[in-house]
């Protein structure tokens, strides 16, 4: 590690949150609402009607809708969404923050997403994570997928009906240049809330122990640096088997990974350890953009 980690590294002065009026997303509308109480952030609120939601139906190619009841539906979806984001806007006035609601009419969801950051250059994206069974609970989901792999900015997955606190944090770590900049981002979330810190580096197995331990008497000594205390957590096993299990055990209200910051949805491999612990974690993920 460089040692040159600094508290000031880290901002929020604007949010970019998404929502789809679903209890899905409903976890990270509040979680805006408290980084917002936190940090001072200006939310942004983003709902996007898509133009041609067909895939709703089993067999989308045998509907046939006329153009006119097309318009009206979607007439009928756009003033549903703007109630919905005035309600969220007196919602978020009651608690003092200060929130501007944004409508966009797209076809993609997450290319409707990312033009948006581009427009507004926010410190951070929400997303809420949607509730899955099976296998398809280990990944991330396609939208949030593609969103993280091409978004210039840090990313906060929220799963459903939980709540993002600041009592305890945990920060993962394999000594690349990438968990710096994901250190940089816990040491300044510790000492702007007083949350516990830990500091986790998993090895794979007892071979690999040394230099985890490494890792983390590097991360320690850069967190007290910072006049910010880190308990270090030596994991050993599968990396994202050992972050979820330590955060249940441990009650983690967020885990912080560095990401490699590359773009493209094959980048994200359904094995990585990023998705498999945003897919699997009692908590929200933060994940922090590396650069290249």
């Known amino acids: 590690m460089s040692g040159e980690t600094r508290i ?14 679903s209890p899905f997303s409903r976890g990270a509308f509040n979680a805006a609402l408290s980084l917002a109480r936190a940090f001072g952030s200006k939310v942004h609120l983003l709902q996007i009607v898509e133009l041609f939601p067909f895939y709703e139906f089993p067999q989308p190619d045998l509907v046939t809708i006329s153009p006119q009841l097309t318009q009206d539906l979607l007439n009928l ?44 250059k926010p410190d951070l994206i929400i997303l809420g994570r949607r509730g899955r069974t099976g296998l398809d609970r280990l990944m991330m989901g396609s939208v949030t997928a593609r969103v993280i792999g091409h978004s210039p900015v840090n990313v906060l997955v929220v799963p459903k009906d939980v709540r993002l606190d600041f009592q305890k944090l945990l920060i993962a770590s394999d000594g690349s240049s990438y968990s710096e900049a994901a250190l940089a981002a816990a040491l300044t ?14 090895a794979r197995d007892e071979s690999e122990l040394p230099t985890a331990r490494d890792i983390l008497e590097k991360v320690k000594t850069t967190a007290a640096r910072e006049s910010v205390a880190l308990e270090p957590r030596l994991l050993q096993g599968r990396p ?24 493209g949805l094959k980048r994200l491999l359904m094995g990585s350890v990023a998705e498999r612990v945003i897919g699997q974690a009692p908590c929200p993920v933060l994940v922090v953009k590396g650069v290249e």
């Open 189 to 202: 979330l510790a000492w702007k809330t007083g949350a516990v810190l830990l500091g986790a580096c998993v």
């Open 77 to 120: 979806r756009e003033t549903a969404a703007r109630e919905y984001l005035e309600a969220c806007k007196n919602e978020a006035a009651q608690q003092g923050v200060d929130l501007d609601t944004r409508l966009r009419l797209g076809t993609g969801i997450y290319g409707e997403i990312l033009e948006e950051a581009q427009e507004i």
């Open 8 to 21: 000031s590294f880290y901002r929020l002065e604007k949010v970019l949150v998404c929502t789809d009026h």
């Open 240 to 263: 994202y088997e050992a972050l979820v299990k330590v955060a249940r055990d441990e009650a983690v209200n967020l885990i912080i990974l560095g990401s490699h910051g590359r773009t």
